[in-house]
């Protein structure tokens, strides 16, 4: 699948959405409206945001006068409807969505909503990203001004998110998109080997570390740590190293288009990697991991 490109006329747009907790006075949406508004200004970033997102921002004095930052009506109006629709592909073109960037409280009642579950779906149909933490949030901006190529425009608290020597990265694949898995981890191998740490779950894991062995990683030395398989309970094993903040970032191959049978253990996983907003992030499609892993090598090295 390749990259969904913006549209050439036009820089990219996202939907926005913060729950409650995060929508508090110096809580998580002000705090990344502090941290990156110079980089949305110069990457002249599109923000089509629902109605108490927008006004807590406004509250805060964060985007003031920033044209490209619109208001969506309250999600009890529609607002999260419409945002799904323009994700999926809006009948206007001014109201296309390339991507979302979506706080989510995993406590809060509404995150498992018909809305907010077709949000997050229509993303990963369509091959646009779909980011839920803090963390996520901040390192999807730096992206974005390294595809621009607009690296010396600094985020406040980036560059943690890059540490990768300091992290451990989860890779996790549905049936369907293992083979992806193994092409992408194979395509990209120096850059998450530098990871201090990878872990997978079951069969996953299996496929990983024969192709490292493949490649000429140390024979009888795993790459990735195995956990049991999903359905077993490796996305709870590994759901639990993100909530003790031993695992922070997470690259989930999910297929959207198929049953699954153990769907409480995946969105266990998910609520954990929210719990964890400011310490974790999530690539949950190929195409978002690709971009991930281009715009490190776009990035100056230290």
Not at 86 to 106: E, T
Not at 259 to 280: K, P
Request: aromatic share 8%; with cysteine; charged share 20%.
């Amino acid at each position: 699948m390749s990259l969904p490109a913006p549209h050439p006329q036009r820089s990219q747009r996202f939907g926005l959405v913060a729950h409650r907790r995060h929508r508090q006075a110096d809580s998580g949406l002000v705090r990344w409206a502090q941290a990156c508004e110079p980089a949305i200004r110069a990457l002249g970033l599109g923000l089509h945001a629902v109605g108490g997102t927008y006004d807590a921002l406004a509250r805060a004095g964060r985007l003031a006068g920033y044209a490209p930052l619109v208001r969506y009506p309250f999600g009890y109006e529609g607002g999260l409807m419409r945002l799904v629709s323009h994700v999926a592909g809006a009948a206007d073109p001014k109201d296309g969505l390339d991507g979302m960037i979506y706080l989510i409280d995993p406590v809060d009642p509404s995150s498992i909503y018909p809305e907010a579950l077709a949000l997050k779906r229509q993303c990963v149909t369509h091959g646009k990203p779909f980011v839920s933490t803090l963390a996520g949030a901040t390192e999807w901006i730096a992206v974005e001004l390294a595809h621009a190529g607009l690296n010396e425009v600094k985020i406040e608290g980036a560059e943690r998110l890059f540490a990768l020597e300091t992290q451990t990265l989860a890779l996790i694949a549905h049936d369907a998109l293992k083979d992806r898995m193994v092409d992408f981890a194979a395509t990209h191998f120096e850059l998450l080997s530098r990871f201090a740490g990878r872990v997978a779950t079951g069969t996953t894991g299996s496929r990983l570390n024969d192709m490292a062995w493949a490649r000429g990683w140390p024979q009888g030395q795993p790459w990735v740590k195995r956990y049991q398989s999903g359905p077993l309970g490796g996305d709870a094993q590994i759901a639990e190293l993100v909530l003790d903040r031993r695992c922070h970032k997470v690259i989930f191959f999910e297929d959207p288009h198929v049953a699954r049978q153990h769907e409480a253990d995946i969105q266990l996983l998910e609520r954990a990697v929210c719990s964890a907003s400011v310490e974790t992030t999530c690539f949950n499609s190929p195409v978002m991991a690709q971009r991930w892993a281009q715009a490190l090598q776009l990035r100056p090295t230290a």
